[in-house]
């Protein structure tokens, strides 16, 4: 019996976007350069892996045959093809000795014969679906990631903190992401429970804020260590969990603050972006008090030295803040984040400072340098 199966072309290209972002194309272990499809009589299920992520994309059929088959085939080619095929369907065809496959695009329009590996061979993340975690609608679960995924780090030294730790504490759920030198914490739920707290790798995070935007998601536990599974209409992601303490990253909010600055955004980023006009963003930017009003200054041994000055007051009374610096990257990139009229709270110029805008749900924080 011939095995084949018939699909819409736009659907695959679709279904390989994600699989293409799982499967890593420069690996030493060919047959994870693969896509493994399956048929059956339910559709079709497209499979990548890289061993500590795997996703299954369902797709409808338009026919199909031969009852349940499967076929490996290089992930790169099978996407290359999808993104050619357009609206025109796709057919393909498994060969009689599991070597090869054929696919057609429309009516004989393109014809590909492919190279296959054993699907024997093709590795899954083992385990059963358990209990239901926690559901997101509309899209937050992405959304809520998106918020905290730029503080995370990307060392290979404190490998724990290379992804986002999902901590339900007994008041709140939140998502919190550092990379000891910034830190995004998002506190998306005021319930809480028992304390748990999980690690999200970064390769699954972008995962998930690329191609499930606006999805509702269903959080699942798995029933081997570490792993969680992510299910929304048509996908199911299961990945392995980072095994590391997360540290405590409460210690390192201050218990109260001194001073406040109201930063007007694009203000603020239109004055960092002045002032390392000359010599990049790799140097320290440094807030000071000129006249009243926040000044920000950047000296550099080799390209000389910029000041720019903003409408920010400096705070006023007995006391008064030190000059303080940042780098310009990190401060760029935190006020770029923010929304609207930003906060900026300090209790002294070597402690870390936290950022505040109109997303109650956030809160920022941002360790100084040397002024």
Partial sequence: MTKFVTIEGRALKQAMKIISAVVERRNTIPILNHAKLTHSDAGLRITGTDLDLEAHVDLDVIDGAGGNWSAC??????AGIARVAGSMNVRIERADNDLKATITLGDGAAFYEIETLPDTDFPEIGGERGDLIEAFTNGMFAATLDKVKWCVSTEEVRYYLNGVCWHQTKKDRRFVATDGHRMAICKYASEGGDEITRIIPRKTV?????????KDVKLFEVNQ???????????????????????DYGRVIPGHYDFTFDLKREEIIAAIDQATAIGGNLTPVKFSNQDGRVMIERRSPDWGNAKVKTSTEWPDGKEQPQPFAFNSRYLREVTSKCQGAISMRMTDQSSPFSIHDEDATMTRVLMPMRA
Wanted: glycine share 8%; no cysteine.
């Fill in 73 to 78: 085939i290089t992930a790169s080619v099978l």
């Fill in 206 to 214: 972008r995962i998930v804020t690329d191609h499930l935007a606006g």
């Fill in 225 to 247: 260590p570490n792993r969680l599974e992510i299910v929304t209409p048509g996908l199911t992601i299961r990945t392995k969990l980072i095994d590391g303490t997360y540290p």
